[in-house]
């Protein structure tokens, strides 16, 4: 396994805290999932893998009370992890937004290209949380191209709106 980042959902984290690994987990919990599951990752990640790093916050994209924002704190924690092992598993409840932000900082810092770290994402499953997103961008002082400019985030917001636009015709017809 050559330096790698995966990028998976808390179901999939599960199961792959079962057996030994060689790569630290980055595991991104908020207050909404599973007890007993974030207990069963805890207890078999510190078993089976190389590192443990347990972060807490929200999925969301602007400050709402009783959430918790995703801070630099956050963002610099998981790089100085990162940086000690290189192999590095993410996972978030679903995989797709907190998960993937991290993990694009992640390649950054390793690899200090845009569009190479851009690469580790799959732009139909990964839509990386604005946030943690933004923090990446302050801390290095680079401009990731996401939701503004990256034409595979348009191309999915055209899909979208395409695919939403007849069942608003639909509903008006009503």
Do not use: W
């Amino acid at each position: 396994m050559n330096d790698a980042i995966a990028i998976i959902g808390v179901d999939a984290a599960r199961l792959m805290v079962e057996e030994p690994l060689n790569a630290g987990l980055i595991s991104i919990r908020d207050d909404y999932g599973d007890p007993h599951v974030y207990s069963d990752i805890t207890k078999l990640a510190r078993q089976n893998m190389d590192g443990l790093l347990v972060l807490h916050f929200d999925d969301i994209d602007a400050p709402h009370d009783g959430f918790q924002v995703p801070q630099m704190h956050h963002v610099k924690r998981a790089l100085a992890f990162a940086r000690k092992h290189p192999h590095v598993i993410v996972h978030c409840t679903a995989g797709i937004s907190r998960s993937s932000a991290i993990a694009l900082m992640i390649a950054y810092d390793r690899l200090r290209d845009v569009d190479a770290a851009k690469a580790i994402l799959d732009c139909v499953r990964h839509f990386p949380n604005r946030i943690v997103v933004g923090l990446g961008e302050e801390l290095f002082g680079v401009d990731f191209g996401l939701y503004a400019q990256d034409p595979r985030i348009s191309d999915q917001i055209q899909f979208t709106e395409r695919e939403i636009e007849p069942l608003l015709d639909e509903r008006a017809d009503k």
